[in-house]
Protein backbone atom coordinates (compact mmCIF):
# COMPACT_ATOMS: atom_id res chain seq x y z
CA UNK A 1 0.00 0.00 0.00
CA UNK A 2 2.74 2.66 1.03
CA UNK A 3 4.30 1.83 -1.86
CA UNK A 4 1.65 2.09 -4.12
CA UNK A 5 0.70 5.84 -2.51
CA UNK A 6 4.65 6.69 -3.63
CA UNK A 7 4.22 5.67 -6.66
CA UNK A 8 0.99 7.96 -7.36
CA UNK A 9 2.88 10.40 -5.31
CA UNK A 10 5.88 10.80 -7.81
CA UNK A 11 3.17 10.27 -10.95
CA UNK A 12 1.55 13.17 -9.64
CA UNK A 13 4.54 15.59 -9.22
CA UNK A 14 5.43 14.44 -12.75
CA UNK A 15 2.31 15.37 -14.29
CA UNK A 16 2.22 18.60 -11.97
CA UNK A 17 5.82 19.80 -13.20
CA UNK A 18 4.77 19.01 -17.03
CA UNK A 19 1.90 21.21 -16.62
CA UNK A 20 4.08 23.87 -14.70
CA UNK A 21 6.41 23.46 -18.28
CA UNK A 22 2.41 24.47 -20.22
CA UNK A 23 1.95 27.96 -18.06
CA UNK A 24 5.74 28.43 -18.57
CA UNK A 25 5.55 28.44 -22.08
CA UNK A 26 2.31 30.72 -22.52
CA UNK A 27 3.75 33.09 -19.76
CA UNK A 28 6.66 33.74 -21.37
CA UNK A 29 4.59 33.94 -24.60
CA UNK A 30 2.63 36.80 -23.73
CA UNK A 31 5.02 37.70 -21.39
CA UNK A 32 7.02 38.64 -23.73
CA UNK A 33 4.34 40.32 -25.50
CA UNK A 34 3.22 42.63 -22.62
CA UNK A 35 6.94 44.13 -22.22
CA UNK A 36 7.75 44.49 -25.58
CA UNK A 37 4.56 47.08 -25.58
CA UNK A 38 5.43 48.69 -22.59
CA UNK A 39 8.59 49.86 -23.73
CA UNK A 40 7.10 51.18 -27.25
CA UNK A 41 4.60 52.93 -24.74
CA UNK A 42 7.36 54.39 -22.38
CA UNK A 43 9.19 56.12 -25.25
CA UNK A 44 6.32 57.53 -26.65
CA UNK A 45 5.03 58.26 -23.29
CA UNK A 46 8.53 59.36 -21.52
CA UNK A 47 9.03 62.53 -23.47
CA UNK A 48 6.09 63.98 -23.42
CA UNK A 49 6.00 63.66 -19.89
CA UNK A 50 9.37 64.74 -19.34
CA UNK A 51 8.19 68.25 -21.45
CA UNK A 52 4.67 68.61 -18.99
CA UNK A 53 6.99 68.41 -16.19
CA UNK A 54 9.56 70.95 -16.90
CA UNK A 55 6.49 73.66 -17.87
CA UNK A 56 4.95 72.66 -14.25
CA UNK A 57 7.98 72.89 -12.45
CA UNK A 58 8.74 75.99 -14.27
CA UNK A 59 11.95 74.41 -16.18
CA UNK A 60 13.53 73.65 -12.63
CA UNK A 61 13.38 70.03 -12.66
CA UNK A 62 14.35 67.58 -14.93
CA UNK A 63 12.28 64.23 -15.05
CA UNK A 64 13.54 60.57 -15.61
CA UNK A 65 11.21 57.69 -16.96
CA UNK A 66 12.59 54.30 -16.82
CA UNK A 67 11.79 50.75 -17.00
CA UNK A 68 12.86 48.16 -14.97
CA UNK A 69 11.45 44.63 -16.31
CA UNK A 70 11.72 41.35 -14.20
CA UNK A 71 13.30 39.53 -17.74
CA UNK A 72 15.46 42.28 -19.61
CA UNK A 73 17.66 41.71 -22.64
CA UNK A 74 21.17 42.39 -22.54
CA UNK A 75 21.00 44.95 -25.00
CA UNK A 76 18.47 47.67 -25.48
CA UNK A 77 17.88 47.31 -29.36
CA UNK A 78 17.13 42.97 -28.75
CA UNK A 79 13.53 44.76 -27.59
CA UNK A 80 12.83 44.57 -31.21
CA UNK A 81 13.71 40.53 -31.50
CA UNK A 82 10.64 38.90 -29.72
CA UNK A 83 12.03 35.43 -30.20
CA UNK A 84 15.60 36.52 -28.49
CA UNK A 85 13.34 38.49 -24.97
CA UNK A 86 11.40 34.59 -24.91
CA UNK A 87 14.86 33.10 -25.05
CA UNK A 88 15.49 34.70 -22.35
CA UNK A 89 12.16 34.71 -20.27
CA UNK A 90 12.20 30.93 -20.42
CA UNK A 91 15.68 30.75 -19.46
CA UNK A 92 15.40 33.28 -16.25
CA UNK A 93 12.01 30.48 -15.40
CA UNK A 94 14.32 27.66 -15.66
CA UNK A 95 17.06 29.26 -13.20
CA UNK A 96 14.08 30.49 -10.53
CA UNK A 97 12.18 27.33 -10.76
CA UNK A 98 13.50 25.75 -7.55
CA UNK A 99 12.81 29.01 -5.86
CA UNK A 100 8.88 29.65 -7.19
CA UNK A 101 8.38 25.84 -6.54
CA UNK A 102 9.64 26.77 -2.66
CA UNK A 103 7.76 30.18 -2.20
CA UNK A 104 4.60 28.99 -4.41
CA UNK A 105 4.78 32.12 -6.04
CA UNK A 106 5.68 33.16 -9.68
CA UNK A 107 9.22 35.22 -9.76
CA UNK A 108 9.75 35.82 -13.19
CA UNK A 109 7.12 37.60 -15.69
CA UNK A 110 6.23 41.25 -16.25
CA UNK A 111 4.10 40.93 -12.98
CA UNK A 112 6.83 41.94 -11.34
CA UNK A 113 8.02 45.01 -13.62
CA UNK A 114 8.93 48.32 -11.92
CA UNK A 115 9.07 52.03 -13.59
CA UNK A 116 11.42 54.47 -11.88
CA UNK A 117 10.60 58.15 -11.61
CA UNK A 118 13.46 60.42 -10.99
CA UNK A 119 13.42 63.98 -10.23
CA UNK A 120 17.01 65.39 -11.09
CA UNK A 121 18.33 62.38 -11.37
CA UNK A 122 17.11 61.14 -7.73
CA UNK A 123 14.58 58.53 -7.26
CA UNK A 124 11.14 60.39 -6.56
CA UNK A 125 9.66 57.52 -4.47
CA UNK A 126 12.31 57.81 -1.67
CA UNK A 127 13.19 61.53 -1.85
CA UNK A 128 10.62 63.50 -3.60
CA UNK A 129 8.82 65.94 -2.11
CA UNK A 130 4.93 65.81 -1.69
CA UNK A 131 4.82 68.75 -4.27
CA UNK A 132 7.25 67.04 -6.42
CA UNK A 133 5.42 63.87 -6.54
CA UNK A 134 2.30 65.17 -7.30
CA UNK A 135 3.55 67.77 -9.72
CA UNK A 136 5.33 64.07 -11.43
CA UNK A 137 2.06 62.49 -11.28
CA UNK A 138 -0.16 65.22 -13.03
CA UNK A 139 2.91 65.45 -15.42
CA UNK A 140 2.11 61.91 -16.41
CA UNK A 141 -1.32 62.15 -16.76
CA UNK A 142 -1.61 65.08 -19.33
CA UNK A 143 1.68 62.87 -21.08
CA UNK A 144 -1.62 60.42 -21.70
CA UNK A 145 -4.06 62.50 -22.38
CA UNK A 146 -1.72 64.13 -25.16
CA UNK A 147 -1.14 60.23 -26.05
CA UNK A 148 -4.47 59.74 -26.37
CA UNK A 149 -5.45 61.99 -27.86
CA UNK A 150 -3.05 61.42 -30.94
CA UNK A 151 -4.08 57.76 -30.81
CA UNK A 152 -8.03 58.39 -30.72
CA UNK A 153 -8.09 61.56 -32.29
CA UNK A 154 -10.39 63.53 -30.11
CA UNK A 155 -9.68 65.54 -27.24
CA UNK A 156 -9.93 63.58 -23.82
CA UNK A 157 -11.52 65.26 -20.77
CA UNK A 158 -9.20 66.11 -17.87
CA UNK A 159 -10.18 65.02 -14.31
CA UNK A 160 -8.30 66.93 -11.16
CA UNK A 161 -9.23 66.23 -7.85
CA UNK A 162 -8.10 68.64 -5.58
CA UNK A 163 -5.48 69.14 -7.17
CA UNK A 164 -3.73 72.37 -5.41
CA UNK A 165 -3.75 70.93 -2.39
CA UNK A 166 0.08 69.69 -2.20
CA UNK A 167 1.54 72.14 -4.60
CA UNK A 168 3.27 75.62 -4.08
CA UNK A 169 1.85 78.76 -5.18
CA UNK A 170 4.86 78.94 -7.84
CA UNK A 171 3.69 75.32 -9.43
CA UNK A 172 -0.25 76.00 -9.50
CA UNK A 173 0.25 79.31 -11.17
CA UNK A 174 1.96 76.61 -13.62
CA UNK A 175 -0.27 73.89 -13.83
CA UNK A 176 -3.16 76.35 -14.57
CA UNK A 177 -1.42 78.33 -16.99
CA UNK A 178 -0.17 74.90 -18.95
CA UNK A 179 -3.72 73.44 -18.69
CA UNK A 180 -5.44 76.55 -19.91
CA UNK A 181 -7.18 76.13 -22.87
CA UNK A 182 -5.56 72.67 -24.09
CA UNK A 183 -8.19 70.67 -22.70
CA UNK A 184 -11.54 70.51 -20.93
CA UNK A 185 -11.06 70.04 -17.51
CA UNK A 186 -12.81 69.29 -14.30
CA UNK A 187 -11.02 70.34 -11.13
CA UNK A 188 -12.99 69.82 -7.81
CA UNK A 189 -11.76 71.40 -4.73
CA UNK A 190 -13.32 72.68 -1.13
CA UNK A 191 -11.51 76.03 -1.48
CA UNK A 192 -11.10 78.42 -4.43
CA UNK A 193 -9.01 80.97 -2.71
CA UNK A 194 -6.45 78.64 -4.25
CA UNK A 195 -7.23 79.76 -7.97
CA UNK A 196 -5.90 82.71 -9.51
CA UNK A 197 -8.69 84.96 -10.16
CA UNK A 198 -8.18 85.69 -13.77
CA UNK A 199 -8.24 81.66 -14.49
CA UNK A 200 -11.75 81.32 -12.41
CA UNK A 201 -13.10 84.45 -14.44
CA UNK A 202 -12.62 82.10 -17.67
CA UNK A 203 -13.92 79.05 -15.93
CA UNK A 204 -17.29 77.76 -15.26
CA UNK A 205 -17.67 77.29 -11.48
CA UNK A 206 -20.60 74.90 -9.90
CA UNK A 207 -21.17 73.94 -6.38
CA UNK A 208 -22.54 70.92 -4.26
CA UNK A 209 -24.66 70.96 -1.67
CA UNK A 210 -26.34 68.33 -0.18
CA UNK A 211 -26.18 66.35 -3.10
CA UNK A 212 -27.46 69.05 -5.80
CA UNK A 213 -25.09 70.87 -8.74
CA UNK A 214 -25.68 74.32 -8.35
CA UNK A 215 -23.97 77.03 -10.96
CA UNK A 216 -22.35 79.54 -8.71
Request: hydrophobic share 40%; charged share 25%.
Given at each position: ?DE???E?G???A???????A?????????G?????R?V?????L?????????????Q????G?RY????????P??????????G?F??????????????????????R?????????T????Y???????????A???A???L?????RE??V???????????????N??????????Q?????????????????????F??????VM??
Amino acid sequence: MDEEEGELGLGGAKAGISQLAVWDAQLATLGTRVMRRRVRALGRLGPLAQEWHQRISGQREELGIRYVPNVAPDAPDQWDNPDYVQGAFLTQIRQRALAEQYQGVSLVGPHRDEVELLINATPARHYGSQGQQRTLVLALKLAELHLLEEVIREPPVLLLDDVLAELDLRRQNQLLETIDDRFQTLITTTHLGAFDAQWLQRSQIFQVHRGLVMPQ
